[in-house]
Nanobody, 110 residues
Framework: QVQIEESGGGLVQAGGSLRLSCTAS????????TAWHRQAPGKQRELVAH???????IYGDSVKGRFSISRDDAKNTVYLQMNSLKVEDTALYYC????WGQGIQVTVSS
């Protein structure tokens, strides 16, 4: 059974930065793609960023140029570096590593 631990969320002012981390166990991490999604109140869950096991990346249109996804297979961890944060980035952010994490809150204040 996959166990997923997300960290790094919180409250930040617009224009600031945060880095989310997601560490997984119970899975062959280096062989699978991983991703971050987010869901804002009243909205559908959307893709933020995806990284394959060979490090090909895909980003949602709203975060291109501001967010960066990376992974460290030795640590079974995927990261999401979020820069130039906007109020509209406020959401519950979910890590996907073979299964969904519980989500971590990111709140951006104006």
């Amino acid at each position: 059974q996959v166990q997923i631990e997300e960290s790094g969320g919180g409250l930040v002012q617009a224009g600031g930065s945060l880095r989310l981390s997601c560490t997984a166990s119970g899975i062959s991490f280096s062989n699978i793609a991983t991703a971050w999604h987010r869901q804002a109140p009243g909205k559908q869950r959307e893709l933020v960023a995806h990284i394959s096991n060979i490090r090909r990346t895909i980003y949602g249109d709203s975060v291109k140029g501001r967010f960066s996804i990376s992974r460290d297979d030795a640590k079974n961890t995927v990261y999401l570096q979020m820069n130039s944060l906007k109020v509209e980035d406020t959401a519950l952010y979910y890590c996907y590593v073979g299964d969904w994490g519980q989500g971590i809150q990111v709140t951006v204040s104006s």
